[in-house]
């Protein structure tokens, strides 16, 4: 041996895995999912500090679908038993409100467990986390930015543009041809081509309430009026 690897971590996306990583005597660190919506490994990742195994918490915004970031982390955080937490960052403002949220190490107040319990509501399980184990896909589509694009509709709000994006793609969701290669390889199980058709009749349906309805067709009215106006006038 050339004594180049001084210490060996394993990362573990299934509870069968993580558990067996616990009786090598070898392993010294071990890297899991861990966030507000799912605790599956919460037993396990107690089980690390009874053996001095380091615990490396990896998506604790679960791949982004947690908004809040600040409540992400300070939920994982008040878990004692995590080592490390990994959330991903694109500015420099967030890593301060990342290390200010880690820091602290008060008690989660009423209304962030009640936030908490809303963010499980809202989620659930069955979700995208974007780990891209799925892929490639057998015609190509791309399967974690066509879920990246459902939830701005769903969740943030943003229809038009997550449709004027899914609009854009080369292969969109309706190309499945169902072979569920993609479904063998998600560590989450997720049923992925029942999930395809239903974002892509989100994402080309685009339906508005009754209300906003009648306010377009009566504004086109409002402007077919000025229109005829000034038509008139020339």
């Known amino acids: 041996a050339a004594g180049k690897i ?12 993580f558990a067996r990583a616990l009786e090598l005597d070898w392993v010294e660190t071990i890297m899991f999912p861990y966030n507000i919506v799912e605790s599956q490994g919460e037993e396990l990742i107690s089980k690390c500090e009874e053996k001095n195994i380091g615990f490396i918490d990896m998506k604790p915004l679960a791949g982004g679908a947690i908004e809040n970031g ?3 982390l300070r939920y994982v955080c008040s878990n004692k038993n995590v080592t490390i937490v990994i959330p991903g960052m694109a500015e420099e403002k967030e890593i301060e409100e990342n290390i200010k949220a880690c820091l602290d190490d008060s008690p ?4 962030e467990l009640e936030e908490v319990q809303t ?3 809202q989620l659930g399980t069955n979700f995208c986390r974007r780990c891209n184990y799925c892929a490639p896909c057998s015609v190509g589509i791309d399967i974690s930015g066509v879920f990246l694009f459902a939830g701005y509709l769903n969740r ?3 229809g038009d543009w997550a449709r004027n994006r899914y609009s854009s793609l080369a292969v969109k969701a309706s190309a499945c041809i169902e072979c569920g290669k993609c479904e063998t390889r ?9 999930m395809l058709k239903n974002v892509h009749n989100s994402l080309v349906n685009k339906k508005h309430p009754q209300g906003i309805t009648l306010w ?3 504004m086109e009215m409002v402007c077919l009026f000025l229109f005829k106006r000034k038509w008139d006038n020339w």
């Open 216 to 218: 377009m067709f009566f």
């Open 70 to 72: 600040t409540l992400a």
């Open 108 to 111: 989660l107040s009423e209304k």
């Open 119 to 121: 963010v499980r509501n």
């Open 186 to 194: 998600c560590p989450y199980h997720l049923p992925i081509r029942e």
């Open 6 to 17: 001084g210490h060996i971590g394993l990362t573990a996306h299934s509870v069968e895995v």
């Open 156 to 158: 943030y709000g943003l």
